[in-house]
Nanobody
Framework: VQLQASGGGLVQAGGSLRLSCAAS?????MGWFRQAPGKEREFVVA????????YYADSVKGRFTISRDNAKNTVYLQMNSLKPEDTAVYYC????????????????WGQGTQVTVSS
């Protein structure tokens, strides 16, 4: 499975960005993770392709929304009310099994897209 992430950029605090992740085929679960300099990769949100069940990290709940376009095999991450602490490289990931919050359990990874939020 190949994943192509895009949509990152520089935005002021309070602004919005939408990330996209195009997959070569669907898997059972998709997730978004992020990694800030000097920190471990952090779970953001995970979702099932079928059924739409999702799980968000507390730090983004109410601000970020994951959605899917099944026809395009694309997952989106709408990020609103961005904060400087959201600054990181964002990665999309795909898992053949059920969705989970653990990065090491994901089977495929996109290349990452930088999100920078200025204060």
């Amino acid at each position: 499975v190949q994943l192509q992430a895009s949509g990152g950029g520089l935005v002021q605090a309070g602004g919005s960005l939408r990330l996209s992740c195009a997959a070569s085929r669907r898997t059972r679960a998709m997730g978004w993770f992020r990694q800030a300099p000097g920190k471990e990769r952090e779970f953001v949100v995970a979702s099932k392709w079928i059924g739409g069940e999702t799980y968000y990290a507390d730090s983004v709940k109410g601000r970020f929304t994951i959605s899917r376009d099944n026809a395009k095999n694309t997952v989106y991450l709408q990020m609103n009310s961005l904060k400087p602490e959201d600054t990181a490289v964002y990665y999309c990931a795909a898992r053949l099994g059920v969705y989970t919050t653990a990065p090491f359990q994901y089977d495929y990874w996109g290349q990452g897209t930088q999100v920078t939020v200025s204060s």
